[in-house]
């Protein structure tokens, strides 16, 4: 593990709520899906899980399919007057809705930290984004902090290692809810790799404009993967996911790349 | 000014990935390093969160910085050293020649120092016939191979033991051995008559006190006592920023950057100068200069975004967690500086267009910011730096980086503005993608400029059909 | 008094933080006008340190000795503290040439030892440094300092005494005086440092807060050159394995006088 600071140790609790404010929702709340682009073009069947969970436990879901991207992309390459662009139609969006759980804690974090710094100059709409952020989860951190629920009733026979995506280990701090998920679900032996909180070499634009580096950083994970002996390898986050996956099967793997909902999805 | 390659990062960090003795080398490194500084943070007394009030320390320290570089100034030159405020690289070497030539000196021995290496002190002196030996077992090792470092705490980090074996049979004549510490102590007998002959002596400066008036050096080896005790003259050179205010922030400041540095929670050595020696003391220089350093980082206080970086103590803790360091070391950087530290100080001094790659060649992680003793919000940097790449800056002189990308997200940002000209582009993609390289049902090459992806992995073809798509299909009846 | 090179450094840094280039600011908030509550408790707890807490110390700082190879041995007066010398002296060889030379501080610690007399035996010469008068003219200043420089390299242990010993860390601290030259703990390959077990604080807290406030330590404060020294010295730069023994003391020995 390299220098991760327990994210469950008291200031980072605190801190997070000061952050974002944090409030602690009524059970069952009114709830309205975020979707990252990567899972709603590529993997749409990571957001048809979670779906299916959230509904499983008698939420009740709203899409806004009008919704494209936060504006990540752009604002990590430095392109923030794009982003701003992404950022403002997507408060328009989801001004209207209830509590916003995402599948992606890049997403989340964006939205969380980055809104208020990309509207620093403009009090509305930093105002306007940090209400959103507010009631703003991602999906395994909604289910154990805000839902409280851990057991989904899932079973997946399978040796299952998780990898700690960069902002939602250390960006949003969430780093005991998705294991404590996995441990819940039947059949499933979890195994920690090593390194599991280094970055897989994804970052966005980075894969494709520093291909050499990022290669080196996704066989490096994949090393350590197959090092740990699991069959599976999960995560919260499908950009690096599909990063891993596309690596997995250049190097001809049997390894199963899987979202964390996928997992929680699943029955015997 | 040393000579920069920043513009060979990738492909020196081609090479460094290539190089199997690095990368054994840097696992070690981080394994060892990067976790032991972690625990020794959780160690403290006070917790991790230590790092938070250094952080407000130095934060108060550089915008009083005036204050106290004038209050060091004045207690040094009551003690009897002498300063030199040197605005450039060349005026600050130009100083340290002066001082050699005034009292002859033709040998100088040297404490680690990355500021000397950041102003190009060594070819200086060589040039004017003074021999210069590095003395700091690791920079010793580089100096002898003619190589720059690849660490701050660590510049041989790159080289083995079979490595280092080959060099000293070759320049110090001694028999084969590849045992560590037979090679340490040929390397202690060779510095030995150095330490004794040198006339000058030269150091870095970890941290300075205003309030006590003294500079701190902090080693292992004992080689920065030897440098500052037995020759002569000594001579500190100290990137402006590195003080604080009052010797109870120091104390807060020291323990952080051994547990940073390396996981120590105390270096062997930390000596406080404050002068040269006093009368009737039997030993220690007769002559202390304190040469501080501006080169740049004037520039960098001035910008509210960058001030931060000048909290820095370069204890290199973020070297030993940053993932990209730990696969292209340290040479890839091409400046004294190397790893998240270097991604963001080399760019501020030697300029950001000729750096980009260092701003542009990390995935914003965060591991740096964690590691940080001083909690340094290097990412913030970063993107901040990426930002004037992305459309340029007057102030800093930036170029935009590439107009094709800005093009890109311009015409990005048109498509997600309306979901249905976003699905018309993507039905487009879908069908596009059935016209390259497929296998077991994902794509194997994709078209420039994008093709970097599958240069070593597959990618996922887009969907059939979007989940937004389907949600309309299946749920808006 | 101000160089031009420093007046123009400091108009800019004072433009770059926004303030009048020209106008020198006042620093005084910066800085305390007397401890801080947490330093007033240090300094009350040093002052209230009983024999127990004392020998407690002792032993955080034997076991903070351990990682760092640093030798601690409690002896009952200096006597022993002499005969513990003489032995090692008798035992260790030099590690440049043959000869066997020590030097010493002159300190009232380290003259207590009587090592002179104590070596007399062995036939090895000590090397005292006695400070160098003040007023006896340069000429004799540089023949007297280069002779004890001599002397010191000469020597494969030297002796000294320390100012203070911090348990938590095993750091000996030591500030400048004539007499007392830095060399001695630093040249020879065998460092031996003698100091009574009232000089052991707890942490480096204790002992800056002492340097602040405390009128027996405050007008010397930090003297113009101050040492920690932690062990003997160390080096990982050869594939990150750790060799004790770099350019300083290859061993260091202390010996705690409990009397």
Not at chain 2, 36 to 63: C, Q, S, V
Not at chain 2, 215 to 228: K, L
Not at chain 2, 419 to 442: D, F, N, S, W
């Amino acid at each position: 593990m390299i220098a991760t600071i327990n994210p469950q140790e008291e200031p980072y609790e605190k801190e997070k709520k000061e952050r974002y404010g944090l409030i602690p929702m009524a059970p069952k709340p009114r709830t309205t899906l975020f979707i990252q682009c990567l899972v709603d073009t590529v993997w749409p069947h990571v957001a048809e899980a979670m779906v299916g969970v959230l509904e499983g436990l008698g939420l009740e879901l709203d899409c806004p399919t009008d919704q494209t991207c936060c504006g990540q992309p752009a604002f990590n390459s430095g392109f923030r007057r794009e982003a701003r662009v992404a950022a403002r139609r997507f408060i328009e969006i989801f001004e209207k809705s209830g509590t916003i759980v995402s599948p992606s804690g890049s997403c989340v974090y964006m939205v969380r930290h980055h809104y208020a710094e990309l509207f620093k100059d403009e009090p509305k709409w930093r105002a306007r984004a940090q209400r959103i952020a507010a009631r703003t989860y991602e999906f395994s951190e909604f289910l154990v902090d805000v839902l409280k629920v851990e057991d989904l009733g899932a079973s997946y026979p399978g040796r299952v290692t998780y990898h700690d995506s960069c902002h939602l280990l250390r960006g949003i701090r969430v780093k005991e809810q998705p294991r404590r998920l996995l441990r819940k679900v039947a059949g499933l032996e979890l195994v920690e790799m090593k390194n599991s909180d280094y970055c897989c070499g994804f970052g966005g634009a980075f894969a494709v404009k520093y291909p050499d580096i990022s290669a080196a950083m996704v066989n490096d994970k994949v090393d350590h993967v197959v090092n740990s002996g699991a069959d599976t390898v999960v995560g919260c986050d499908t950009g690096c996911l599909l990063n891993i996956a596309g690596a997995v099967s250049r190097r001809g793997l049997s390894i199963k790349t899987m979202h964390i909902a996928e997992i929680l999805a699943h029955r015997r | 000014m040393s000579d920069i390659s920043t513009e060979k990062y990738i492909e020196e960090a081609r090479r460094g990935i290539a190089n199997p003795v690095l990368q054994k080398a840097l696992v070690g490194l981080q394994d060892r390093f990067g976790r032991g500084t972690a625990e020794a943070y959780r160690r403290l007394p006070e917790g991790p969160d230590l790092r938070i009030k250094a952080h407000e320390i130095r934060e108060k320290a550089i915008a009083n910085l005036d204050v106290l570089l004038e209050i060091l100034a004045d207690k040094i030159r009551a003690n009897g050293g002498h300063l030199y405020f040197a605005e450039t690289a060349q005026e600050a070497v130009d100083y340290g020649l002066a001082v050699a030539r005034r009292n002859n000196v033709r040998l100088v021995v040297k404490g680690k120092s990355m500021v000397s290496e950041e102003i190009g002190l060594n070819p200086a002196l060589e040039a004017a016939g003074i021999e210069v030996v590095e003395t700091d077992l690791g920079e010793y090792i580089i100096q002898l191979a003619g190589e720059k470092p690849s660490h701050i705490i660590a510049p041989a980090v790159h080289k083995n033991r079979h490595d280092i074996a080959d060099l000293f049979v070759q320049k110090l004549g001694i028999r084969r051995t590849t045992d560590p510490p037979e090679l340490t102590h040929a390397a202690r007998k060779a510095l030995r008559a150095k330490f004794l002959a040198a006339d000058m002596g030269t150091s870095g400066v970890n941290m300075a006190c205003a309030e006590t008036g003294h500079i701190t050096t902090v080693s292992n080896e004992g080689n920065i006592r030897m440098a500052t005790t037995m020759p002569r003259v000594h001579v500190a050179f100290m990137g402006m920023e590195r003080i604080v205010a009052r010797l109870d922030e120091y104390e807060i400041i020291l323990r952080l950057l051994c547990r940073g540095a390396a996981a120590q929670t105390m270096g062997t050595y930390a000596s406080y100068i404050g002068g040269p020696r006093r009368p009737g003391e039997s030993d220690g220089p007769d002559e202390f200069h304190l040469v501080v350093i501006d080169n740049g980082r004037s520039r960098i206080l001035a910008d509210p975004q960058f001030r931060e970086m000048l909290y820095c103590v370069r204890c290199a803790a973020c070297l030993n967690v940053c993932p990209v360091y730990g696969k292209i070391g340290g040479h890839s950087y091409g400046f004294a500086y190397s790893g998240p530290v270097g991604a963001v100080v080399t760019p501020l001094l030697t300029g950001i267009n000729r750096a980009k790659d260092l701003c542009q060649g990390e995935t914003l992680c965060g591991a740096c910011r964690d590691a940080c003793s001083m909690n340094i919000d290097l990412p913030r940097m970063l993107l901040a730096l990426r930002e004037k790449l992305a459309y340029g800056d007057a102030a800093w002189q930036v170029k935009p980086a590439s107009r094709a990308e800005g093009l890109a997200y311009r015409g990005w940002s048109w498509l997600i503005r309306n979901r249905r000209l976003y699905e018309l582009g993507l039905k487009l993609a879908a069908t596009g993608q059935k016209l390259l390289p497929h296998r077991k049902g994902m794509l194997r090459r994709l078209p420039p400029p994008v093709q970097g992806w599958t240069q070593s992995r597959d990618l996922h073809p887009l969907a059939e059909e979007t989940f937004m798509e389907r949600w309309r299909r299946t749920r808006k009846s | 008094m101000d160089t031009p090179d420093q007046i123009n450094f400091f108009r800019r840094i004072r433009a770059a933080l926004g303030h009048a280039p020209d106008v020198s600011r006042n620093a005084s908030h910066l800085f305390a006008e007397g401890p801080s509550p947490e330093e007033l408790q240090l300094l009350d707890r040093i002052r209230r340190r009983t024999a127990e807490g004392r020998q407690a110390l002792l032993e955080r700082l034997v076991e903070a000795g351990k990682p760092i190879n640093l030798s601690v041995t409690a002896l009952p007066d200096v006597a022993y503290a002499s005969a513990a010398i003489v032995r090692l002296v008798g035992e260790k060889k030099p590690e440049w040439g043959d000869a066997k030379h020590i030097a010493a501080w002159r300190h009232p610690l380290i003259d207590r030892l009587n090592l002179p007399e104590a070596l007399d035996r062995l036939q090895v010469p000590v090397h005292a440094t006695a400070p160098i008068p003040i007023d006896a003219g340069s000429q004799f200043d540089q023949v007297e300092r280069e002779r004890q420089r001599a002397g010191i390299i000469a020597s494969f242990i030297g002796v000294t005494s320390a100012d203070f010993c911090l348990a938590d860390t095993a750091t000996l601290v030591m500030r400048n005086r004539p007499g007392q030259p830095r060399s001695a703990a630093l040249v020879p390959s065998i460092h031996v440092a003698v100091i009574h077990l009232d000089q052991i604080l707890s942490d480096m807290k204790e002992l800056f807060a002492l340097l602040r406030w405390d009128e027996r330590y405050r007008s010397e404060g930090l003297s113009n050159y101050m040492s920690f020294i932690s062990g003997p010295s160390k080096t990982a730069d050869i594939e990150a394995t750790m060799v004790h023994g770099a350019h300083g003391p290859r061993e260091v020995h202390l010996f705690v006088v409990t009397e």
